[in-house]
């Protein structure tokens, strides 16, 4: 029962009957709502929930980091669902004074994997949940492990990286990927990448949106670019990330 689950801050979510109105803070759990059939129940989402293409008509209530209270009191959700790594235990403070919410904080394929389990028991939607845990495992299954060490940018100007303590570490470790850096997101110059020597420099489609011109910058270092969705949306996403993502990891 959805009462009975623990969220990622240790709190209890106390419903009494599954949500009908919904509000994902999350653009990776937006998506994993509609592909869990749960569209319908979803009234309000951030202006960087973009997927899927349903989520352009929804009401926005801010961003990740800025949610707009006045706008999320007016939408009259039954359950906020938001995740420790996108939202600030400020805006989650703020939003659990008035609502039920649910944080997630999946930091292995594993628990991205419960997360989804968690989002079907506390919808009332276990049968569709428990299927695309058996999709993305089934994808998982299919992977052939290959070693390779890497540096992942996620910025420029400063240069800064996603660490070994983040998802995105956790992730490319399935398809056999090695990060040098520890930490979460440390910042680190040129030089100090090419005194690491890592098989290749791995550029981020997002939050900063490399692309080919940045390459260069890089001198010495073989470098992909990388999409930074199927790398860090831990929901449904997880499918495409296993069938698709080793091309770009080349």
């Not at 926005?60 to 706008?71: I, P, S, Y």
């Not at 098989?199 to 890089?218: G, I, M, Q, T, Y």
């Amino acid at each position: 029962m959805a009462s009975d689950l623990i969220d990622a801050r240790g709190q209890a979510l106390h419903l009494k009957a599954p949500p009908r109105r919904i509000v994902s803070l999350v653009p990776s759990t937006t998506e994993s709502l509609f592909a869990l059939g749960l569209g319908e129940r979803v009234v309000g989402v951030t202006r960087f929930c973009e997927s899927p293409s349903q989520v352009k008509e929804l009401p926005k209530v801010g961003g990740t980091k800025d949610v707009d209270l006045d706008r999320l009191l007016a939408l009259k959700p039954d359950l906020v669902i938001g995740n420790v790594e996108e939202n600030s235990a400020q805006i989650a403070e703020q939003v659990g004074a008035h609502f039920p919410l649910w944080m997630a904080f999946p930091k292995s394929v594993d628990d991205a994997l419960q997360d989804l389990r968690d989002l079907g028991a506390i919808c009332g939607v276990q049968d569709a949940a428990l299927d695309w845990v058996a999709r993305i495992q089934r994808a998982r299954d299919s992977l052939v492990p290959t070693p390779f060490t890497y540096l992942y940018l996620i910025w420029r100007k400063p240069w800064m990286a996603a660490g070994q303590d983040c998802f995105i570490s956790a992730l490319l470790q399935e398809f056999g990927g090695e990060n040098l850096l520890p930490g979460r997101y440390p910042e680190l110059a040129l030089e100090q990448m090419q005194a690491l020597r890592p098989d290749r420099v791995l550029l981020s489609s997002e939050p900063f949106p490399f692309s080919e011109k940045h390459r260069a910058e890089l001198e010495g270092l073989e470098t992909a670019l990388v999409d930074g969705a199927l790398c860090s949306w831990h929901g449904v996403r997880l499918e495409r990330a296993f069938l698709e993502l080793g091309v770009q990891l080349g």
